[in-house]
DNA sequence: TCAGGATCCTTGACATTATCAATTGTTTAC
DNA sequence: GTAAACAATTGATAATGTCAAGGATCCTGA
């Protein structure tokens, strides 16, 4: 019984270890994100716009009222880091763009993620591959009823 | 050459998937934090309250000036959910405690993070085990510069 | 020792992010 | 075609964030 490392993890210590790398990731992401004069709001709202996006979409994403989304894109859009469109099919919605300066940033800030990336440098090939297994097995479990 | 399970991922890819978990359950824990009448700043907090830390420490884990936290801590402080404790071997620090009411309701938060819980779940042991041992590997480099 | 610099916390002024209630325009269901 | 439902915005207000400045305490070195 290795009180270090436990051969079957209590599903409390690995929620306990995954919320601690939650968190050093979300430092070190906040952190690079003010290296370049955008607030972690507005740089998560960035990190999500892969595509497309309606505003209520962002909102649900953001775990947040819909009227603050507002307010935001409002100054992302000042900056020139995003656009608005109207969507074809239904004129209520507004769909949120990143512009190639809002895409340029935002690669940037993930590249500025040192320790992320530092601590991923140190997990071999086959590691990495088991860990991207693990990670994309649990993923959709995550995401269900966002 | 598959798309979808690719045998060795790349970093970038790996990357994306680690941020994907961690928002997933950034917004699985704001939601319920939310349901216990606490901001996610509040419940933050309260989750990295293990033991004493000092108002400073707070700032640092938090990325955020110090003089933030002062008013974060006002506020779980009116709530009894938090309490300042002087310092024994510095008089300018205050060291911040949470109180039996403060883990008892950060401790229910963590029960209700049923996206988190229900993804692993649906791991096996051998899997869990696999996944600690990984994680716990890239927990230091996360944390270093903290 | 004690003067200067550094550190910890707080205050005050202000920008950003969050909530809620109400409004407008549009869609959907009946 | 009307009523209910929904998307986005506005306005009011609270919470969170920054920065500059200040008081208290610690530390260092002449």
Not at 43 to 50: P, T, Y
């Amino acid at each position: 019984m290795s009180a270090t490392t436990p051969e079957t993890p209590t599903k409390l210590q690995l929620l306990e270890l995954l919320a601690a790398i939650g968190t050093a990731q979300w430092r070190d992401f906040a952190a690079a994100a003010a290296h370049h004069g955008l607030t972690s709001t507005q740089a998560k709202v960035l990190a999500q716009l892969n595509g497309p996006l309606p505003m209520r979409a962002l909102a649900t994403l953001l775990v947040c009222d819909a009227s603050n989304v507002t307010g935001i894109i409002d100054r992302l859009e000042g900056r020139g880091l995003v656009r608005r469109e109207p969507d074809a099919s239904d004129r209520r919605v507004k769909n949120v763009v990143a512009t190639d300066e809002g895409r340029e940033i935002i690669r940037r800030v993930r590249e500025e993620m040192q320790a992320t990336h530092g601590a991923l440098d140190t997990l071999g090939a086959e590691d990495s591959a088991t860990l991207y297994a693990l990670l994309a097995r649990l993923r959709p479990g995550m995401e269900k009823d966002a």
